[in-house]
């Protein structure tokens, strides 16, 4: 499955809930990764960061060992 990201703040969810859990109101510069068939939000850029330096030490590292 290919994912488009949005092109657009009209095509964004008004809010989404990101890879700790938060809920969030998206935005055309929320921080964001492809992961599997899906499109995680992260709440800040520091947490996108930690995920691009040590993905398996950061808030997605639960649903990456768990493999969904």
Known sequence: MTIK?????ENLPPQA???CG????????????R????IVYFCGWDCKQLYD??????????RLLSGN
């Open 53 to 62: 330096d040590d993905p398996l030490n950061s808030c997605m590292a639960a």
């Open 17 to 19: 809930e990101t890879a």
């Open 22 to 33: 938060a809920r969030i109101k998206v935005s055309s510069d929320t921080p964001l990764v």
């Open 5 to 9: 990201l949005p092109s657009s703040e």
């Open 35 to 38: 992961y599997r068939d899906e």
